[in-house]
Each structure stands twice: as C-alpha cells, then as structure tokens.
C-alpha cells in the first residue's frame, strides 16, 4: 500500500517474474487516513508488515489511531498479527547527524518540498532563500525538520503573499523515536495484548510483533 501509484507498479513488475506463485496486490491509498483493505484482504489469518520506521512520523496519538485500525483488521481474521519496524532513541549526536548529514542528502530531501509546492499549486519559493534544520527535541522525543529563511522575503502562495523573515522556520517533519517500553505501550493503547520485540544496534532499532 502506498500512495504513489507509479512506485507500487514498478516494484509489482520488478518483483511479479521472480516469485510467480505469490499474488501480489498493490494498493493505491493515503494510510495515514485509513486502511481500505476490506475486500481485498482475505478471512484468514494475516501479517501486517510495515517495515521502516515511518511510524515515527506520526504524532503518538496518530499513531495510536492508525495501530487501533490495523488491530482492528486483526481482529476480523484470528491468528493475525502486525510486525513492524520502530526506530529508537539514540544520542542526540547521531540523531543531529543523521537528520543534518554532512552530505547534505536530507537538506536536499527537505528543500525538495519547496520544489514540489511550486510546481504543483505555481507558488515561487526560492529554493536558495531556505536552509535545511534537522536536530533531535529531547524533550518531545523527536528529530525535528525545518525550512529556514536565509533572508527578509515574500512568496506568492497563489493569490496571496506571505511574508517570511529572516531567521523563520517553516515546520516540515517530525520523526518520534522511542525506547521499547514506550512504544509497547503504544500498541496496548491500540488494543494490542500479545507483545514481543526484537532489539538491533545497541537498542538503536526495534522490531515488533503485536497480535
């Protein structure tokens, strides 16, 4: 499931040839509003697999709903359970890092959002008029991500301006990291009971089985 439907017919001819004897379904969706996967999904029992740690970023009580909908769907077809990838918290070192690599690969990532929302709805970001921000906020537990204004500017946002000023930051991203109790938690407050996980790099990386 995803919601680039030119990603998931690519990987499905990628991946079709070389196992033929698995169906393979791909569904164009925004998970983050809901799962319609009634009808497709047979009655049996089923592994929900959500690799990666893209869980981080949603809010905690967006994360809250979105487990409650996937234990939802276990609960129709007994013996189903979900396994799912959580990234965890590390120093804030690494975290800085990771999210503001000397590469700049992120930075580019992040500026890209301008490129989009100019080509897609003509607004007129200068794409040199924002820097990228990536740090950890310990005290939310998150990596945050940021635009910031380079300079005193205005940008056309269809039929309005905006001014930014120097020194303004545009929130762009959230990435929630949690140590493994909090995350259980999270998935008992879904409706989760049964719970184990797996821990990798120094309990930098989880994975979780939850029926």
């Known amino acids: 499931m995803d919601i680039a439907r030119a990603e998931i017919e690519r990987s499905l001819a990628r991946m079709a040839p070389d196992f033929p ?37 949603f809010a905690p009580a967006d994360a809250v709903a979105f487990l409650a909908g996937v234990r939802a769907l276990c609960v129709a ?15 804030a070192r690494l975290l800085d890092a990771a999210y503001d690599d000397a590469l700049g690969v992120t930075a580019a990532f992040n500026r890209n959002v301008l490129l989009h929302l100019n080509g897609r709805f003509g607004f007129d970001f200068a794409l040199d008029g924002f820097e990228h921000r990536g740090f950890y906020n310990p005290a939310e537990g998150r990596v945050e991500m940021h635009l910031e204004a380079l300079r005193d500017q205005e ?13 303004e930051r545009i929130h762009t991203e959230n990435s929630y990291k949690y140590h493994a109790p909090e995350f259980e938690a999270l998935l008992r407050q879904a409706g989760f009971t049964g719970i184990r996980h797996w821990a990798g790099g120094g309990e930098g990386y989880f994975v979780f089985y939850a029926t």
């Open 21 to 57: 004897e698995i169906e393979m379904v791909g569904v164009v969706a925004d998970f983050t509003t809901g799962l319609p996967l009634e009808g497709i999904l047979e009655d049996a029992a089923t592994t929900f697999f959500y690799p990666g740690s893209s869980i981080g970023n």
């Open 77 to 91: 077809r007994p013996g189903s359970g979900l396994l799912i990838g959580v990234d965890g918290k590390k120093a």
């Open 155 to 167: 940008v056309s946002l269809g039929a309005q301006r905006r001014a930014f000023a120097k020194g």
